[in-house]
C-alpha cells in the first residue's frame, strides 16, 4: 500500500488543522491505521490509532480531548482532526498503515509525512 499525507502547514496556537492520509494499492478496510509524530531532535512517536473496525486510541488524554482520528474506507482515507493546537504539537507527522494477517506476521507501511507548525 501506498500512502501519502497532506493538510499540514502553518497554524496560529488555538488553530485547527485537518490531516489527510490517502492510501492506494491493496485493501484498505483491512489495514489498521495510526498517526504518528517526529518533533526536531526526537523520536518519531505514537499520536492516534484506529483499527480497521474502528476502534481508536491516542497516545494521552490530552490529545484525545484534542486529536480526532477517523477513517472513511470509502475513499481509502484516515483523518486526524487537531483542535486547539499548541506550539509543542509542532512536528512532522506521519501515517502508518498496519496490517497483520495473521498472529505471526506484520507489515508496516510509512507515508511521507507533513509539516505542521504552530506558531505561539
Known amino acids: 500500500v501506498q500512502l501519502q499525507a497532506s493538510g499540514g502547514g502553518l497554524v496560529q496556537a488555538g488553530g485547527s488543522l485537518r490531516l489527510s492520509c490517502a492510501a492506494s494499492?491493496?485493501?484498505?478496510?483491512?489495514?489498521?491505521m495510526g498517526w504518528y509524530r517526529q518533533a526536531p531532535g526526537k523520536e518519531r512517536v505514537f499520536v492516534a490509532g484506529?483499527?480497521?473496525?474502528?476502534?481508536?486510541?491516542y497516545s494521552t488524554d490530552s490529545l484525545k480531548g484534542r486529536f480526532t482520528i477517523s477513517r472513511d474506507n470509502a475513499k481509502n482515507t484516515v483523518y486526524l482532526q487537531m483542535n486547539s493546537l499548541k506550539p509543542e504539537d509542532t512536528a512532522v507527522y506521519y501515517c502508518k498503515a498496519t496490517l497483520v494477517p495473521s498472529t505471526r506476521e506484520k507489515y508496516d507501511y510509512w507515508g511521507q509525512g507533513t509539516q505542521v507548525t504552530v506558531s505561539s
Open positions: 484506529i483499527t480497521w473496525s474502528g476502534i481508536r486510541t
Open positions: 494499492g491493496r485493501t484498505f478496510s483491512n489495514y489498521n
